[in-house]
């Protein structure tokens, strides 16, 4: 296993390498001058060349990477082209609010897909079961956005409910913090628990039909045994597959949901770099994203191994 952690964690390199690559080069492929759109219409060509010398956008491609992976590699991500703050520590900052929205939409998703999905599969065919495989249906056909939008529309008229307007971190004052989030991370998660939900059936009664569950139930196990111990646990590996898909494209930042809920995490910071063309926060944060998609996906395989002892990696 260790073997495997480090193979993997070899392999990460060539990946950001790849990627940092890939989105150094679109963000300047993008039709538009920088630096105009940055000083605004009315900038004097004087004003233009000073602020592209300044940083670097008259330089070759190549000198402009090289300097810009150079600061990375000892820790500096460059400064934003629009405040002049550092990239890094606000990434960090921002991954905090990402991460603890991300935690909270996956517990609720959690909550509702595995017990209604595992109610599914055991009552197949019945009313519990069609109302459940309803449910989901819907979940994955209304986006999160529109979802968000009808229910603080349902929670102001009936409940007189508007979003707070800030941020207050968790540690600050906690019940502060979950009046904040508790709203968009319902979303989230309802929207995730959709697929949870239909992977979590498909996958336990496909297991439900192997010989080994007929085998455990000709033994005198109570159904409840079987069920949970034997059926879930080998259903686990799809559903924890899709999980780990769902938590990593999360991370990178809800940006819509962020947008609506005005909350300032990773994906609004990229979302706004994107559309003010500040070059150095959409690559650093991209870069990051990258890292903690490929991370959440190692965490994923080295669980498999867990619930499934009969996967080794050597």
Do not use: C
């Amino acid at each position: 296993m260790t073997s495997y952690i480090l193979r993997r964690l070899f392999m990460l390199v060539p990946v950001l390498f790849g990627v940092s690559i890939f989105i150094f080069l679109m963000m300047r492929v993008v039709p538009g001058d920088v630096a105009q759109t940055i000083l605004g219409t009315d900038a004097t060509p004087e004003s233009l060349e000073t602020l592209r010398n300044e940083f670097g956008l008259n330089d070759s491609y190549i000198k402009q990477y090289m300097n810009w992976m150079g600061g990375v590699l000892t820790g500096d991500f460059g400064e934003s082209m629009r405040n002049g703050r550092d990239v890094f520590p606000e990434i960090l900052s921002r991954f905090t609010l990402t991460f603890e929205l991300t935690i909270l939409a996956a517990i609720i998703s959690w909550l509702i897909s595995i017990p209604l999905g595992l109610l599914a599969a055991v009552k197949r065919n019945s009313a519990t079961d069609i109302t459940v495989r309803t449910i989901s249906l819907l979940g994955v056909s209304i986006p999160n956005f529109a979802f968000a939008t009808v229910l603080i529309l349902i929670l102001a008229l009936f409940f007189n409910y508007s979003p707070p307007i800030g941020y207050v971190g968790l540690f600050e004052d906690p019940m502060k913090n979950l009046e904040i989030m508790l709203i968009p991370a319902l979303v989230l998660g309802t929207t995730m628990a959709a697929a949870v939900m239909r992977m979590t059936r498909s996958t336990v009664l496909e297991v439900l039909r192997q010989d080994f569950i007929r085998t455990i139930r000709a033994k005198g196990a109570k159904e409840r045994v079987t069920i949970l111990n034997h059926a879930l646990r080998n259903a686990l590996i799809p559903i924890l597959t899709i999980i780990g898909m769902q938590i990593g494209t999360l991370l990178g930042g809800a940006v819509i949901i962020e947008q609506i809920f005005s909350l300032p995490g990773l994906g609004q910071y990229v979302l706004t770099g994107i559309t003010q063309r500040d070059l150095t926060v959409v690559q650093g944060s991209v870069l990051f994203i990258s890292f903690v998609f490929v991370m959440v996906n190692l965490i994923v395989d080295i669980l498999y191994a867990y619930l499934d002892p009969r996967i080794n990696y050597k």
